[in-house]
């Protein structure tokens, strides 16, 4: 069966570090590949989605970026991370891009 | 464009009684439509689908949602709450590439 793993599960990062958040996903080959923004426990905001390695399409303009080093691999990374990044990172899966399965998030909170 | 609304922030329902967390849908064509449930500090769990068929759809935990299309709604029911049911739940929709699009999400709480 397929899983999703993030990590990490928690992080506190002063405002200006950068930021690398990992998403791996087991069990499947060549998925398409999804990062959501959850702000104040609310809606879904889709940040990035890759459809292979090296694909990588922005929703939103931003202080964010995406990587996809390895085919069930996907990386959210800041150079310089902003209060606003504070929330609830969701990465996702799916082969077809109606039927999505959700990582169990991490939580960002930008001091 | 294709959206969802989710018209109430907050439902609030006695254990035991039936419940409804309402979506209505603008889309062109036919829709794809989703219902979605997150606890709190989790992921997102797929409920049920609807893409074609019967209107009436059964998804996991004992929910269901029926399609309307002459209300363009998709509401999600379940005839017997439990405390345990208590949750953020998102509707979406399948716009036709690349994502889902969710709605605002409802937060349900059931009462003991």
């Known amino acids: 069966s397929q899983t999703i793993h993030q990590w990490p599960a928690t992080l506190v990062q002063p405002v200006g570090s950068p930021l690398s958040l990992e998403c791996t996903v087991e069990?499947?080959?060549?998925?398409?590949l999804y990062w959501y923004r959850q702000a104040a426990g609310r809606g879904l905001q889709l940040l990035f989605y890759?459809?292979?390695?090296?694909?990588i399409s922005s929703e939103v303009p931003q202080n964010l970026s995406a990587s996809r080093p390895q085919d069930r691999q996907f990386i959210l990374s800041s150079k310089k991370l902003l209060l606003s990044d504070s929330g609830f990172y969701l990465c996702?899966?799916?082969?077809?891009?109606?039927?999505?399965?959700f990582g169990p998030g991490t939580r960002l909170t930008v001091t | 464009a294709q959206s969802v609304a989710q018209p109430e922030d907050q439902v609030n329902v006695a254990e035991g009684n039936p419940l409804t967390v309402k979506c209505t849908y603008s889309?062109?064509?036919?829709?794809?439509l989703f219902w979605y449930v997150q606890y709190p500090n989790r992921g997102l769990q797929f409920l049920l689908k609807?893409?074609?068929?019967?209107?009436l759809v059964k998804g996991s935990y004992g929910f269901e949602a029926e399609f309307n299309k002459s209300q363009t709604s998709f509401h999600l029911k379940k005839p017997s709450a439990l405390v345990s049911d208590s949750a953020l739940y998102f509707c979406?929709?399948?716009?036709?590439?690349?994502?889902?699009?969710f709605g605002s999400g409802t937060r349900l709480q059931v009462q003991p």
């Open positions: 979406a929709v399948y716009p036709g590439r690349r994502a889902l699009t």
């Open positions: 609807y893409i074609t068929g019967d209107n």
């Open positions: 890759s459809v292979g390695i090296g694909q």
């Open positions: 889309v062109s064509g036919n829709p794809y």
């Open positions: 996702a899966w799916s082969h077809r891009a109606y039927e999505q399965y």
């Open positions: 069990g499947t080959s060549n998925p398409n």
